[in-house]
């Protein structure tokens, strides 16, 4: 097992590439009365583009906590998080939104439909958002609905489906507005095992035909063997288990040589 | 801007929850009603009694007027003669009861051949507007009158037809010699309630006829333009005109008895925005609750890359259009409400100030945007911080509901501080040296708005402090009803709020009027000492100037039975301070213990008073409106010219809020040419009853004169019913800001219900019966009413203070004992606990019939 932090902010990435995904020296503590509890502390790590990363760690461990620093929606005590080559970190409340809106899908355990839009409406809202809302968003919604299996589903809204179902959603939702860079928190805790199984298939699936970098935060052991790569966070550390995961330079690093041809 | 989309899945949120909005929209449509309601009222009857100003005026710019009630007749003929001024017309006007009409008239008494250039439609240039005019029948016949084609064709009236009105109680007869056939609207208007005769009629009708040509009430005048040519004109006709007449502007006296309503119809309007106050917090309750229970949704949306702007306008936009649906229905809501309410206050008018007949409901465009941005402003107002909340939540944490009352719970000790800060600035507001009734109600508001904002503070110290009571009473349930409150507090607090602020408004009113009441019966009590009272009828119940017939007191002074008698004149008078009501007095030796006084020697005044000295003494709103006090010298206009009186004491009196300036009627026969009486007191002799004595008086009436004939106990009961009837208008709209603060906690227990519909199917699922969770909500809700209700003591009290020592003191001038019965206090505490129990009965039956498996999946 090689550890990735305490690194004073080097990543745990060893590849050549430049990565999609690049944090540095982060930092994150929570109040509770008068105490404060850090959740990690000078974390590093970079992911490269197009690549399949789990993160592993039990409840608790801070992975939603660093979800949400990734993508902007919270803000470390310290360090940087690059998407892209975009600084968040350096962003105004308003910029990260924006990026966010662009270049980031999630897909959340507890599904987060928006319960007042239909499933088809779910998936146009991230195209919407993006700037469009015409014909060829609307097919390309429908498609990816199709492609989850759930073309027949469009106008259902998200309390007439089943929790699979919602979940498939949610993964056409987050893949919509072609983003760089997927996070998902849990996407299959509140499902079954065979459940469970189908929405990451999908998810990976659709993940890798678009080529986008995932990071999926789970404790669901089932989703190691469709990952590149395998990181524990644990202690408020991270740590890249070896041999474990298809690696990321595999497929990423024959897109990467595409590119410079 | 919010994509399709957003907006999309707004509308459904709405149309998903039609209780919620719909209790909203009716909040603001209540609040805008109320305001727009008495907003039409009040100016109905401006614009009824403009209209009556005009039609009596006409084209005049200026008229004369004399020191009393009239002008001799001879003045017009100098003017015409000696000054040669022939822009000019002699007028008697006054307001007359016709039979079989059931309202007053105005009967307008003028010359048709100088009549031309001032109002068109009584003749002479004014070709076209009367039809079927028998000028030489009107001109010559005996008791004459025109009369508007189309009130005759409603009275059922044709020329040749006799009419019966009545003068100060008196009948007479006149007799219709032609028609006014209005040529516009306007016209129509005018013309309605107004009977034109030529002067001599109008003389004998009014009773102002005598030698050389009898009373006039005023004669109008078209002065030139410019300032010089106007300056030069009133220097003329000065030196033409008798002692103690004036020239004035013809507007001046339509100022000034506007201005007698402007306190009054002021505080209706600042009470109808009590209404509005509350459905604010109805708002401010439904928005927030919108906002709270979409957190999750919220949080997705910025997870997405919904910005916060984009949020905010989400929630304003929800805000604009709730505001838009409610305020049209205010709107409509309040065209109705304002059909009722004008009578209401059309008959405080009568009984306080003037006659106005208003005879339909002016719509004006004005105070229907006034309404309509108050409705729009507020709704925003509410939906301002709920929006901003929602647009700043972080979205890390958005997505926990326990998270958002924990941030409700830390704004508890902020918002508290915040509501001191605001007493401290209405405590500022009523401390600053100003008579403005504008700050004192800013105070008022201060006060309630500073009374919101500590409520949750003190919902959670009494939810905290009621909690081992409640654990007592009733188990388990009782605890976590108690717990309950303190745990949603975002929305419990405003209701609780909401339903303080209107119960504290019932509180504060209820004292202030019974305090009043209180008051003016107790000077009830020592201010009518005679045994019996009469005066001719009056159309003003307040404010009689009306005439006995010449003699009649002299007769009623010796009725058998009677051991004494004193007179009372009432007139208008122009002042160094203003038009001022003067009141004769003839007192007698009782006359000392009537008037109470609030500064003035008695020892010093009463001798100088009753022996015809240049002496008066005021009453306290006159002292308060006017600024006159004692040792000043006040220079009132008399037949003599104008003459300086020493004000001599000033006294209690709540018999008019203009105030009045009374004098011995040694001195006004002094100074006044007037002869005639308004009314006589009288003392039975020892043994003899005040009602036997009211009935011989009644009988020894003279014959053609009607007499209103009052035992002192018959006057008090009067004065109190017509104080009650004053007031009418006020309990309707403490009323109506109940009702809207009962659906405020309404609105609140159905949001609660929404929200707990997972937690309650819980605790079905775990065994809770139906008839439990019902109970566990009507404690809650009883909790809730009895938590308002304690509040809305001090509060009310508060409120009390301020609208007696502050506002009334500013409208009117009077001082009033502050009287608060523990019953008022126990009704307010009650009127909370029934409002919330009554609100809580349906969300209490919907929760326990809710299917827990339902509830617990869509939860």
């Known amino acids: ?108 355990q507890a599904f987060n439909l928006i ?147 | 801007m919010p994509s399709r989309l957003l907006w999309k899945s707004s509308r459904r949120y709405l149309t998903r929850h039609p209780w919620l909005m719909g209790l909203s929209v009716l909040g603001v449509a209540l609040g805008v009603a109320v305001v727009v309601g008495i907003d039409l009222a009040n100016t109905s009857a401006d614009r009824a009694f403009q209209l009556s100003a005009q039609r009596l005026t006409g084209k005049a ?14 003045a017009y003929r100098r003017l015409r003669t000696e000054a040669g001024y022939r822009a000019s017309a002699p007028v008697v006007a006054e307001y007359v009861q016709v039979l079989g009409a059931g309202r007053p008239f105005q009967l307008l008494g003028v010359d048709p051949f100088a009549e031309g250039p001032f109002r068109p439609y009584v003749g002479g240039g004014g070709a076209g507007d009367s039809a079927g005019v028998d000028l ?18 409603a009275m059922g009236e044709a020329p040749g037809d006799t009419l019966t009105v009545t003068v100060d109680g008196a009948p007479r007869t006149l007799r219709v010699a032609g028609l006014i056939e209005p040529r516009d609207e306007r016209a129509r208007r005018a013309t309605r309630n107004l009977l ?256 919101a904002l500590l409520a949750p503070a003190l919902v959670v110290a009494i939810a905290r402090a009621l909690r081992p009571v409640m654990e007592k009473l009733f188990g388990v349930l009782g605890k976590m009803a108690a717990r309950g409150l303190r745990q949603s507090l975002s ?104 008037y109470r006084l609030k500064s003035g020697n008695a020892g010093a005044v009463w001798p100088r008073f009753r022996g015809g000295k240049k002496v008066v003494i005021v009453s306290e709103p006159y002292s308060y409106r006017t600024g006159v006090g004692v040792g000043d010298t006040l220079r009132l206009q008399t037949d003599r010219g104008r003459a300086g009186f020493h004000v001599g004491a000033v006294f209690f009196d709540y018999a008019s809020d203009r105030g009045v300036v009374t004098m011995s009627r040694a001195t006004y026969d002094r100074f006044y040419d007037d002869r005639r009486t308004s009314g006589v007191a009288l003392h039975a002799v020892e043994g003899l009853s005040a009602d036997s004595l009211a009935k011989r008086v009644r009988t020894a009436a003279p014959p053609g004169q009607k007499l209103v004939v009052q035992s002192s106990r018959g006057l008090r009961e009067a004065s109190l019913k017509i104080f009650d009837r004053t007031f009418a208008i006020t309990n309707v709209l403490r009323l109506l800001a109940v009702v809207v603060a009962f659906i405020g906690v309404l609105s609140a227990l159905m949001a609660l219900q929404l929200e707990r519909r997972r937690e309650l199917a819980v605790m079905r699922a775990g065994g809770m019966t139906p008839g439990q969770v019902g109970g566990y909500v009507t404690l809650q809700t009883g909790l809730m009413g009895l938590t308002a209700g304690l509040l809305a003591l001090p509060l009310g009290m508060a409120l009390a203070y301020v609208l007696i020592f502050v506002i009334n003191k500013r409208s009117f001038g009077w001082t009033l004992q502050l009287e608060a019965s523990p019953g008022i206090l126990l009704q307010a505490v009650f009127l909370a606990l029934v409002a919330a129990l009554l609100a809580g009965a349906y969300p209490a039956w919907k929760m326990a019939r809710e299917n827990p498996a339902e509830a617990m999946r869509e939860g």
């Not at chain 1, 590439?17 to 690049?22: F, G, I, N, T, Y």
């Not at chain 1, 404790?219 to 063997?225: C, E, G, I, T």
């Open chain 1, 1 to 108: 097992m090689k550890t990735a932090s305490p690194t004073n902010g080097r990543a745990a990435d060893e590849s050549p590439r430049a990565p999609l995904l690049r944090v540095r020296g982060l930092s994150k503590a929570y109040r509770e009365g008068d105490t404060e509890r850090t959740i990690f502390e000078d974390l590093g790590l970079s992911v490269a583009e197009g690549a399949f990363a789990v993160l592993m760690g039990r409840s608790g461990a801070g992975k939603s906590t660093l979800l949400n620093l990734i993508s902007g929606i919270d803000r470390p005590d310290a360090g940087t998080v690059a998407v892209g080559g975009t600084e968040l970190t350096a962003l105004s409340e308003k910029e990260r939104t924006q990026f966010r809106r662009r270049h980031i899908g999630f897909v959340f």
């Open chain 1, 115 to 261: 319960p007042t839009l239909t499933a088809l409406e779910n998936v146009l809202l991230p195209l919407e958002l993006s700037g469009g809302a015409g014909e060829r968003e609307e097919k390309r919604a429908r498609r990816l609905l199709g492609e989850v299996g759930l073309e027949d589903r469009a106008e259902s809204f998200p309390d007439r489906l089943s929790g699979g179902e919602q979940q498939r959603v949610a993964t056409a939702r987050a893949l919509a507005h072609r983003p760089r860079l997927v996070l998902a928190d849990e996407p299959t805790g509140n499902l079954d095992y065979e459940t469970g199984e189908q929405v990451l298939g999908v998810l990976t699936a659709l993940a890798r035909e678009s080529e986008t970098t995932l990071l999926v935060a789970t404790h669901d052991r089932s989703a190691l063997p469709h990952a590149d790569r395998v990181l524990d966070l644990e202690g408020g550390r991270l740590s890249e288990r070896e041999g474990v995961g298809k690696q990321e330079n595999g497929r990423a690093g024959k897109r990467a040589k595409k590119a410079e041809t």
């Open chain 2, 61 to 74: 710019t200026h008229q004369v007027v004399g020191a009393g009630e009239g002008l001799p007749a001879s």
């Open chain 2, 136 to 153: 030489g029948a009107f001109m010559g016949g005996e008791h004459t009158a025109l009369l508007a084609a189309p009130t005759a064709r």
């Open chain 2, 196 to 451: 034109v005769t030529d002067i001599s009629t109008a003389q004998e009708v009014l009773g102002m006829g005598g030698p050389q040509g009898g009373q006039l009430t005023r004669i109008d005048l078209i002065l030139p333009d410019g300032e010089q040519e106007e300056k030069r004109a009133k220097q003329r006709l000065q030196q033409a005109l008798p002692p103690g007449a004036q020239v004035r502007r013809s507007d001046a006296r339509t100022e000034t008895v506007e201005q007698m309503t402007r306190a009054f119809s002021l505080n209706l309007s600042a009470l109808s925005l009590l209404a509005l106050v509350v459905g604010l917090f109805l708002i401010y309750n439904t928005m927030t609750f919108s906002v709270v229970q979409r957190r999750p949704l919220l949080g997705r949306l910025r997870a997405l890359g919904v910005t916060r702007r984009e949020v905010f306008t989400l929630v304003l936009g929800e805000a604009v259009l709730v505001g838009a649906v409610g305020t049209a229905c205010g709107l409509a809501l309040g065209m109705g409400l304002a059909q009722g309410l004008v009578r209401l206050v059309t008959r405080a008018i009568n009984d306080l100030y003037f006659v106005v007949n208003v005879q339909e409901v002016a719509v004006s465009p004005w105070v229907l945007a006034k309404g309509a941005a108050l409705g729009m402003g507020a709704t925003l107002a509410a939906a301002f911080p709920p929006a901003r909340e929602a647009a700043r939540a972080k979205v890390s944490v958005v997505l926990q509901r326990s998270r958002a009352e924990s941030a409700a719970q830390k704004w508890v000790p902020r918002l508290a501080w915040a509501g001191g800060g605001v007493a401290v600035l209405a405590g500022a507001l009523l401390l600053a040296p100003s008579q403005s009734i504008w700050v004192g109600y800013a105070a008022l508001f201060c006060a309630l708005l500073a009374a």
């Open chain 2, 491 to 594: 929305r419990t607090g405003v209701a609780i709020a909401a339903l303080m602020v209107a119960v504290a408004a019932t509180v504060g009113v209820g004292v202030m009027t019974k305090s009043f009441r209180q008051t003016v019966e107790s000077w009830l009590q020592y201010s009518l000492q005679s045994d019996v009272y009469v005066q001719p009828p009056s159309l003003v119940f307040r404010r009689s100037t009306a005439t006995l017939a010449p003699g009649t007191a002299d007769t009623l002074a010796g009725v058998k039975g009677v051991a004494g008698a004193h007179t009372v004149r009432r007139v208008e008078v122009a002042s160094s301070a203003g038009p001022t009501q003067l009141v004769a007095i003839a007192p007698g030796p009782e006359t000392r213990d009537t």
